[in-house]
């Protein structure tokens, strides 16, 4: 059965810091991984997602993600933080087995506090 | 981008009444999603749809249904709502290529 986890429900970094929030996976085939941002009352965006290729993705408002298959991890990093980024971040995987029902499942969610 | 409106944005009704949350998509994407998400919560699937004419159950189960008469329209009905159906209910929808799922802003609804 496919599976993502969010270890932290929330993450307090400094505006200029880097960040990283994690999320880790489980799946019986290939992965397909996304990231999306929810701001309050809004719906979820998309920012950015891994399929194939190169490990380092990146997306929209300068976040990447690195793709680790031994470690089963797919984290977000950013490397200056702004206090703007402050929102709450979902991890979703597939596998590719699945890949005609795009179903996504979502982690619990991660609330980035960035702080002036 | 996809184009997903959802309408209404907030709604606050009473118990026992029927209401239907619109959700429409202009990029003609055959795969249409309902999820269901308590406040800063996880997001739980309801209901999908793959085309015209099929409609799916999710991974929670849900006293609401959904229809799929045209590609571009998806819309969720409670017959009678209940306070524990107060959430956010998110519409999505899909493309053919590139496996990216595209979200509308959400509806508010409250049951009082």
């Known amino acids: 059965a496919q599976s993502v986890a969010q270890p932290e429900d929330q993450v307090n970094v400094a505006e200029g810091n880097p960040l990283t929030v994690k999320c880790t996976y489980s799946?019986?085939?290939?992965?397909?991984l996304f990231w999306y941002v929810q701001y309050p009352n809004r719906g979820l965006q998309f920012l950015l997602k891994?399929?194939?290729?190169?490990?380092l993705v990146k997306g929209s408002y300068g976040f990447e993600a690195e793709f680790n298959k031994s470690q089963t991890s797919f984290h977000l990093k950013k490397p200056s933080a702004l206090v703007s980024d402050s929102a709450l971040y979902f991890c979703?995987?597939?596998?590719?087995?699945?890949?005609?029902?795009?179903?996504?499942?979502f982690g619990q969610g991660t609330t980035l506090q960035v702080k002036p | 981008e996809a184009d997903i409106y959802q309408t209404p944005r907030y709604l606050v009704i009473g118990t026992g009444k029927k209401i239907t949350l619109e959700c429409s998509q202009t990029?003609?994407?055959?795969?249409m999603y309902w999820y269901q998400q308590d406040p800063g919560m996880e997001l739980h699937l309801i209901h999908y749809?793959?085309?015209?004419?099929?409609?799916e159950k999710g991974d929670l189960s849900s006293e609401s249904t959904v229809s799929r008469i045209r590609t571009e329209h998806f819309p969720l009905t409670l017959e009678s709502a209940r306070p524990s159906h107060t959430s956010q209910y998110l519409c999505?929808?899909?493309?053919?290529?590139?496996?990216?799922?595209?979200f509308g802003e959400g509806s508010w609804l409250t049951v009082v």
């Open positions: 999505a929808s899909s493309a053919p290529v590139g496996n990216t799922i595209y």
């Open positions: 891994y399929i194939t290729g190169d490990n």
């Open positions: 799946v019986s085939g290939n992965p397909y």
């Open positions: 749809s793959y085309g015209v004419n099929s409609t």
């Open positions: 990029m003609g994407h055959d795969k």
């Open positions: 979703a995987v597939r596998d590719d087995r699945s890949s005609n029902t795009g179903k996504l499942i």
